[in-house]
Nanobody, 125 residues
Framework: QVQLVESGGGLVQVGDSLRLSCAASGGTFSNYAMGWFRQAPGKERAFVAAITWSGGGDSYADSVMGRFLISRNNAENTVYLRMNSLKPEDSAVYYC??????????????????WGQGTQVTVSR
């Protein structure tokens, strides 16, 4: 079974940047499509970004498009989320997710099979 571990979250101020990392093990990482989701208190888990197994395609939520960048390094079994120009509404627990159907992009939480434990991002006002 694929194991995913997120890291890189923290407390930042409005306008700051962070890079989240998701380290994968226990599966063939290069065959998996990967995604990032986030969940703020009192809200549903929401799509942030997704990337195909090859890294050749990606997708972003409208709320983060132009500010966030998803990337992956298959040799390192790691997917990243670079977050720029952070806003208070970006505050959430960020989750990494994996799907074995690596050639597609997925934007719904129930389209993914594996999840990490989450990493907290807090953007102060």
């Amino acid at each position: 079974q694929v194991q995913l571990v997120e890291s890189g979250g923290g407390l930042v101020q409005v306008g700051d940047s962070l890079r989240l990392s998701c380290a994968a093990s226990g599966g063939t990482f290069s065959n998996y499509a990967m995604g990032w989701f986030r969940q703020a208190p009192g809200k549903e888990r929401a799509f942030v970004a997704a990337i195909t197994w090859s890294g050749g395609g990606d997708s972003y939520a409208d709320s983060v498009m132009g500010r966030f960048l998803i990337s992956r390094n298959n040799a390192e079994n790691t997917v990243y989320l670079r977050m720029n120009s952070l806003k208070p509404e970006d505050s959430a627990v960020y989750y990494c997710a994996a799907s074995p159907y690596g050639t597609n992009l997925y934007t719904k939480w129930d389209e993914y099979d594996y999840w990490g434990q989450g990493t907290q991002v807090t953007v102060s006002r």
